[in-house]
């Protein structure tokens, strides 16, 4: 993995990277949909296409993934939810995710799809299906 950031998480939740995403990185199953998506987003910043491929779903995941190198991620705003808590099998998060691409910025919008799949280690954990 990566070097990760000792400071606030890349993720725009205010708590530090460690209580954060890094924990989800580090192998523990992400609560909720949302917590998910905090942790592919920071996953795109650190530079993690290991982590982004193990927690997209079976069904719609590339066989590999490359990352841009002329994309610096800069901020998220998470817009809203639909399901995807604790005791839920979907849901949806819309966010958007602003960027850097040379000197240009620009916006990724997306109303992400989220479900529940089967994990040996942990049982039934969130995984990015796509966008809706």
């Known amino acids: 993995m990566p070097d990760a950031p000792s400071g606030p998480c890349p993720c725009s939740s205010g ?11 580090a192998g523990e199953p992400a609560p909720t949909a949302e917590a998910l998506m905090r942790s592919r987003y920071t996953a795109f910043v650190l530079r993690d296409a290991s982590y982004l491929l193990t ?5 719609t995941r590339p066989d590999d993934l490359e990352l841009d190198d002329d994309v610096r991620w800069l901020r ?19 966010f958007e995710a602003h960027h850097r691409r040379g000197g240009e910025r620009a916006v990724l919008r997306e109303d992400s799809e989220f479900r529940r799949a089967r994990d040996p280690r942990h049982g039934r954990v969130w995984r990015y299906v796509g966008p809706r």
């Open 76 to 94: 998220l705003l998470v817009l809203g939810t639909t399901g995807g808590g604790p005791f839920d099998d979907e849901g949806t998060v819309a």
């Open 55 to 59: 927690t997209w779903d079976p069904a």
């Open 15 to 25: 708590e530090a990277y460690p209580a954060c995403c890094g924990r989800w990185h």
